[in-house]
């Protein structure tokens, strides 16, 4: 599958798009639109006791939904496919409903020191409806050792929902991470809406 292109659009359609997003039940929950651009939709909202935003996004992809579950739970192969992710490796799983799985990630970042994170992931299906939901959380440990020069994140949470719409999927991501470092608040928060898109983009070369 071709990778989407993350392009703004402009003009009066941008204008609709963006007026539907605020309109929807998401913007009553807090989150205020920023995005609608090639079948994404995108939209942040602020994090108390945080400078750092939180960020949401929804597609539809047009496989099943045990497909896009096991690319989203492929957390090994992530440094093959997603955006920055030099290393990716699982540490330790446990089938099931709840499935578990201990993974590491490190990232390299354009114009900063590289990160790393362990996360720890909770896979729950549930049948009415047909939905898989993800969630993440960074996990506070010295394993494996945080390499020279590297900074190691902590504050991590995130959740994928995958729900099954006949023959396609709806996919929605919610982030919310702390890089660390010297990284000032708002230039995290300025990469935020094309680096979600960038994430989902590349949900479609798997």
């Known amino acids: 599958h071709g ?25 009553a929950d807090g989150w205020a639109a920023e995005a609608a651009s090639n079948g994404v939709q995108v939209w942040s909202r602020d994090v108390d006791g945080s400078g750092v935003q939180a960020w949401r996004g929804v597609t539809v992809l047009p496989w099943k939904l045990d497909a896009v579950a096991q690319v989203v739970t492929g957390f090994a192969d992530y440094h093959r496919f997603m955006p920055h992710v030099t ?9 099931g409903d709840p499935a578990t799985t201990r993974y590491y990630i490190r990232l390299g970042l354009p114009s900063m020191d590289d990160r790393d994170y362990v996360i720890e992931a909770t896979a729950r299906r549930t049948s009415a409806p047909d939905r898989v939901v993800i969630e993440l959380a960074a996990v506070k440990t010295s394993e494996p050792p945080q390499p020279k ?10 959740r994928w929902t995958l729900t099954a719409e006949g023959e396609k999927t709806r996919v929605e991501y919610e982030s919310h991470a702390e890089l ?6 708002f230039m995290v928060n300025s990469n935020g809406r094309d680096a979600l898109l960038a ?3 590349a949900l479609r070369t798997r």
């Open 3 to 27: 990778i989407m292109r993350v392009v703004r659009t402009h003009g009066a359609a941008h204008a609709r798009a963006l007026a539907a997003l605020v309109a929807s039940p998401a913007h």
């Open 87 to 95: 290393t990716s490796r699982v540490l330790r799983a446990t089938a």
């Open 149 to 158: 020069s590297v900074i190691r994140i902590v504050t991590l949470t995130a």
């Open 180 to 185: 660390g470092g010297s990284v000032p608040d």
């Open 199 to 201: 994430v989902m983009a």
